[in-house]
């Protein structure tokens, strides 16, 4: 018998199971024994992608243009996201040379690690963070370096950790805001001073975007290549997944300076060759056409963010910041004298709601829970009293 493991590349053996996975199986199967599961952990909007989205990839398969594109994307969709960044972002960038359509938000990033890391550089990563990021780092050959998040200051960044953490093998520094999995969302304040840091230490900064709508309460999105000297120094990483609801779509973007974006192009294109070419004009319609939508359903969503803001903090133990941004909810639980995977494991076994626990987002995490508020009122009612009945009835 052949001894796989042998053959394994090193950079497959970093590579570790997320607790994403490994609480998403459970919850399937769960449900496939016939149980009544409450989906809070999935990180993407329920509602449908907008019929006007749809309709445009339908007369796309009508028309046949069910072939190959050219790597990075057709000329019309990033001429789209060309003026969309212009208008929204204020980020000015050339459509044919500075903007690369990619498979999805994840592809680009992917691509983008590929892109600038070497063997033995460094990357900051604002933690608690996204998982994907440690692994494309990993598979770079880089070594992902976290600074905290400052929990009792809507989770900022600890600017004072960032400088101590800037070594002479730093290479970049990601930004993700707003952010997964805490709803924080960076101030201008703080983007001023980590593009200080990035000048002064000749560093290059990913921003990844993708939850750039879901803003609450008046909050603004700043996108950091926006910051003045950050333009030529920025990758912005988007995708159409969350704001249109297309998460199985996969269309996502990288714009930036246009020698990066070159390798970035060759990278995917050795990769995937192209993104699928109905989805591409699907995205054209999304941003080209109505946005009311967009606003709807963010609309929506803030509904249900101080639903679920009130049901966790009127949970024994719990205590949750509102979050500004994005999706989720990030609750600490360190007084109910759990780790964080224990907690989630009793919350869905017991009361049948799936969520994850916080040290999937880093050690940094333990001691909370994620929260995803992209399902019905009606459900995270359920969820809040399903979750306060198990935890009042289990011995302290």
């Given at each position: 018998?052949?001894?796989?493991?042998?053959?394994l590349?090193?950079?497959s053996?970093?590579?570790?199971?997320?607790?994403?996975?490994?609480?998403?199986?459970?919850a399937?199967?769960?449900?496939?024994?016939?149980?009544?599961?409450?989906h809070?952990?999935?990180?993407e909007?329920d509602?449908?992608?907008?019929?006007?989205i749809?309709e445009?990839a339908?007369?796309?398969?009508?028309?046949?243009y069910?072939?190959?594109?050219?790597?990075?994307?057709?000329?019309?969709?990033?001429e789209a996201?060309?003026?969309?960044?212009?208008?929204e972002?204020?980020?000015?960038?050339?459509?044919?040379?500075?903007?690369?359509?990619?498979?999805?938000?994840?592809?680009a990033?992917?691509?983008?690690?590929?892109?600038?890391?070497d063997?033995?550089?460094?990357?900051?990563?604002?933690?608690?963070c996204?998982?994907?990021?440690?692994?494309?780092?990993?598979?770079?050959?880089?070594?992902?370096?976290?600074?905290r998040?400052?929990?009792?200051?809507?989770?900022?960044?600890d600017?004072?950790?960032?400088?101590r953490?800037?070594t002479?093998?730093?290479?970049?520094?990601?930004?993700?805001?707003?952010?997964?999995?805490?709803?924080?969302i960076?101030?201008?304040?703080?983007?001023?001073?980590?593009?200080?840091?990035?000048?002064?230490?000749?560093?290059?900064?990913?921003?990844d975007?993708?939850?750039?709508?879901?803003?609450?309460?008046?909050?603004?999105?700043?996108?950091?290549?926006?910051?003045?000297?950050?333009?030529?120094?920025?990758?912005?990483?988007?995708?159409l997944?969350?704001?249109?609801?297309?998460?199985?779509?996969?269309?996502?973007?990288?714009?930036?300076?246009s020698d990066?974006?070159?390798?970035i192009?060759?990278?995917?294109?050795h990769?995937?060759w192209?993104?699928n070419?109905?989805?591409?004009?699907?995205?054209?319609?999304a941003?080209k056409?109505?946005?009311?939508?967009?606003r709807?359903?963010?609309?929506e969503?803030?509904e249900r963010?101080?639903?679920?803001t009130?049901?966790?903090?009127?949970?024994?133990?719990?205590?949750?910041?509102?979050?500004?941004?994005?999706?989720?909810?990030?609750?600490?639980?360190?007084?109910?004298?759990?780790?964080?995977?224990?907690?989630?494991?009793?919350i869905?076994?017991?009361?049948?709601?799936?969520?994850?626990?916080?040290?999937?987002?880093?050690?940094s995490?333990?001691?909370n829970?994620?929260?995803?508020?992209?399902?019905?009122?009606?459900?995270i009612?359920?969820?809040?009293?399903?979750?306060?009945?198990?935890?009042?009835?289990?011995?302290a």
């Open positions: 018998m052949v001894d796989v493991n042998k053959h590349s090193e950079r053996r970093r590579l570790r199971q997320s607790a994403f996975a490994d609480f998403f199986a459970e399937v199967e769960m449900e496939r024994s016939g149980e009544d599961i409450i809070l952990h999935v990180g909007p509602l449908p992608t907008p019929p006007h749809v445009a339908s007369k796309a398969m009508d028309e046949g069910t072939h190959y594109t050219p790597p990075g994307g057709i000329l019309e969709l990033r996201i060309s003026e969309k960044l212009r208008r972002n204020k980020i000015d960038v050339d459509p044919r040379r500075e903007v690369a359509v990619l498979s999805g938000g994840y592809n990033l992917f691509c983008a690690f590929q892109a600038l890391v063997p033995g550089d460094e990357v900051i990563v604002p933690e608690p996204l998982p994907q990021y440690w692994g494309d780092i990993s598979m770079a050959g880089g070594t992902p370096v976290p600074i998040l400052i929990e009792d200051e809507d989770f900022r960044p600017l004072d950790d960032l400088k953490k800037i002479s093998r730093t290479k970049l520094i990601l930004i993700n805001s707003p952010q997964n999995p805490t709803g924080s960076l101030k201008l304040k703080d983007m001023k001073e980590i593009a200080d840091l990035a000048e002064t230490n000749n560093l290059l900064v990913l921003s975007e993708v939850y750039e709508k879901f803003i609450y309460d008046g909050s603004e999105h700043i996108s950091f290549a926006s910051i003045e000297g950050m333009e030529d120094r920025t990758l912005t990483i988007n995708s997944s969350k704001t249109y609801a297309m998460t199985g779509w996969r269309v996502g973007y990288v714009a930036g300076e990066l974006i070159d390798k192009r060759m990278i995917s294109e990769a995937v192209c993104p070419s109905i989805a591409q004009k699907a995205a054209v319609a941003l056409g109505p946005q009311d939508c967009v709807r359903m963010v609309d969503f803030k963010r101080d639903l679920i009130l049901g966790l903090n009127q949970i024994s133990g719990f205590k949750c910041n509102t979050p500004r941004g994005a999706f989720y909810a990030f609750p600490n639980i360190k007084r109910i004298g759990l780790s964080s995977t224990d907690l989630a494991q009793m869905l076994r017991k009361a049948k709601v799936a969520i994850i626990p916080g040290v999937a987002f880093g050690e995490g333990e001691g829970l994620r929260f995803s508020f992209a399902n019905s009122k009606e459900n009612m359920e969820a809040m009293e399903r979750i306060k009945r198990v935890l009042d009835s289990s011995p």
